[in-house]
Structures are given as C-alpha cells and as structure tokens.
C-alpha cells in the first residue's frame, strides 16, 4: 500500500506546512530533488511519473497530497532508495539546506517561453488577484471553525478527569523509544471536500476516541510522547492540538473523533457543556463553506494552468524528466 500523508493544510491559522517531516527524523537524511516552476509546467506530473515507477519497480513509496488539489502530489519519498521530489513553489517554498549535499533544484521554469507568456501580464494578475479573494474567504470561514472548536475542547477539558485519563495513557499506550517527531496532516479541507488519509498509511492497532472528549486524549496523549519517536498528525481547524499520534515502534495509532456520540463518559468530571455541541455543529457549516470558496480558488487555478501551458516547451521538460527517471535508477 502506498501510504499518503498531506504535508501542509488548510487550517484555522491559515495555510501550515510542515515539509521538513517529509523525512521521518529517526531516518537518514534523503537526496531531494526540489522541483521549481509556475503551474502547468509539468511538476506534478513528473512526480506521479517517479511514484508510478517505484511502486511497478516493488518500492515502497510515500506520497505527499497537496491540500489545494488533492489529486496532486506535493512531493513523493521513496525510502529505499533515499530519494525525495517536492514542489518547492509558493505558498511552500524550499530550497536545499546544502545544495549539492543533501539536494538540488530542478527548475521546470526554464522551460517556459518567458518573452511570449509576459504578453499575458494582465490576464494572469487578475487571475492571481481572483485567487488570493477565494483563498481569504476560505481561511476567514477555518479561523471562524478553528476559535469554535478550540473553545469547545477547551470546555470539554474543564469537565475531564484530567489525571484520570492521563493514567490511562500511561498504561494503555505504549510509548516509542526517545527520538524526533514526525507532522504532518491525515484530514484537510480541499476543493474536493473534507479529506481523510487516515486508512493509507497502514497501522495495525488503531483507536478511535469518539466525542469532543477524543481531542482531550489527544492533547494529554501528545504530552506524554513528547520526546519519543511519534507520528502526529495536527486537527487542520486547530493545528495546536493533535488529531492523531502513531506510534511507530508498536503500530499503534489514536484518532480523536469529533462527534456528539462519546463513549468515554465515565472520564467526566461533570457533564459537557452545551455550547460544545453548538460550537462543532457551527464549526462544521463554517468548514463546508471553507470548502466551497476552495473550489473556487481550484477554478482559478485551472485557469491559470490553462494560461500557462500554451507557453510550455513540454518536449524539453519530457527530455529534462526522463534524464531524472535514468538518474534515479528506479
């Protein structure tokens, strides 16, 4: 199974990217290749080129989903071989730490017929402009979401037997060795809905905690791995706070769950206020919205791809990723 992860997301704080977890800390550095170049010239394609080679080829592969088109790769890591490719393009611009050592850049932009395309100047920053008005309404509704549902855990921890469910941690979840953590996103909102990569990445044991109390667990639960090897994949309205933990030594994952059906009561203190329920429930239709200027923003985005591509020497980007297919020996 190729697992996915999303390497940033749409969040309550805005967009938040955390591509140096590309590599999980408790592995070797990885050679990265950092692919440059506006839309349409043709990043995207040479990633799904090397994931699709690798797999036929029996590597394992990881592939990193871009939370603006989720059917896009952001970058794809092939641990084997110790090979990353990522789009270092804005709003997730990366350039090697030690060019030349730990990477390089492979600038797709070249192959853009500069002189011709500036002759479209004025169609493309109305465009762009167009872009940037969807993106702020979007992350208008996620702020709006992200205060709702942080205040809703916030309640929901005021009515928690706090030390109670931290001994249950400490017995019930088995802890990695001491080393790094690895974030990154499972669920984000994309033009395509709220997305869930949770069943990808192929864990043995996992626990849903169900109800706002879920996010509680969380929180105490990313208290206790600090300092150990662990995956934590951050809630995309409250990025603070931990969605999920995995825990690579034993494959055991937990996920909170927000919803109005909690089993984990008897971890209460005094009932959950009412205003929680309220606040997910709004937390919800706030995100829907977010959902929907996003599919505006992919519209526009299209529409720049679209303005781009006539102005692409693809001959000369299929000749420059078909020298890297050979490179990377796959």
């Not at 995207?44 to 994931?51: A, C, H, I, Q, R």
């Not at 036929?56 to 088109?69: I, L, M, Q, T, W």
């Not at 942080?150 to 001994?167: E, F, G, K």
């Not at 996010?215 to 300092?227: I, P, Q, S, Y």
Request: charged fraction near 25%; charge should be negative; include cysteine.
């Amino acid at each position: 199974m190729t697992k996915k992860y999303f390497p940033g997301a749409n969040t309550g704080r805005g967009f938040i990217g955390h591509f140096e977890s590309i590599v999980p800390p408790w592995e070797k550095p990885h050679y990265t290749y950092i692919l440059k170049g506006g839309p349409g010239v043709g990043k995207n394609t040479l990633m799904k080129k090397v994931s699709c080679l690798a797999r036929a080829n029996g590597f394992a592969v990881e592939e990193f989903r871009c939370a603006s088109d989720p059917e896009s790769l952001d970058a794809v890591r092939i641990p084997q071989k110790g090979i990353v490719l990522l789009d270092g393009t804005a709003p997730h611009t990366v350039d090697p730490a030690v060019p030349g050592v730990e990477g390089e850049i492979l600038n797709l932009g070249h192959f853009l017929h500069r002189e011709a395309f500036a002759r479209r100047r004025g169609e493309l920053q109305l465009l762009l402009s167009e872009n940037r008005a969807h993106y702020s309404a979007a992350f208008a509704c996620l702020s709006a979401a992200g205060t709702l549902r942080r205040a809703a855990v916030t309640d929901a921890a005021r009515s928690a037997d706090l030390p109670m469910i931290r001994a249950f941690l400490r017995e019930g979840f088995p802890l990695s060795a001491p080393g790094g953590t690895r974030t990154l996103f499972l669920r984000t909102p994309t033009p395509g809905g709220v997305i869930d990569l949770r069943e990808t990445v192929g864990t043995d044991n996992t626990v849903f905690l169900p109800g706002i109390l879920g996010a509680v667990f969380l929180r105490e639960a990313a208290a206790l791995a600090d300092g150990t090897r662990a995956e934590v994949f951050l809630d995309f309205l409250t990025p603070e706070l931990p969605q999920c933990i995995r825990l690579p030594d034993s494959g055991t994952m937990l996920c909170a769950v927000d919803d109005t059906h909690s089993t984990l009561n008897e971890f209460l203190l005094s009932p959950i206020p009412e205003f929680v329920s309220f606040a997910l429930h709004e937390a919800d239709l706030l995100t829907a919205r977010a959902v929907e200027a996003l599919r505006l923003c992919k519209r526009t985005h299209d529409a720049i791809e679209t303005l781009y591509r006539p102005y692409v020497d693809y001959d000369r980007v299929d000749r420059e990723t078909q020298a890297l297919l050979e490179k990377l020996d796959l």
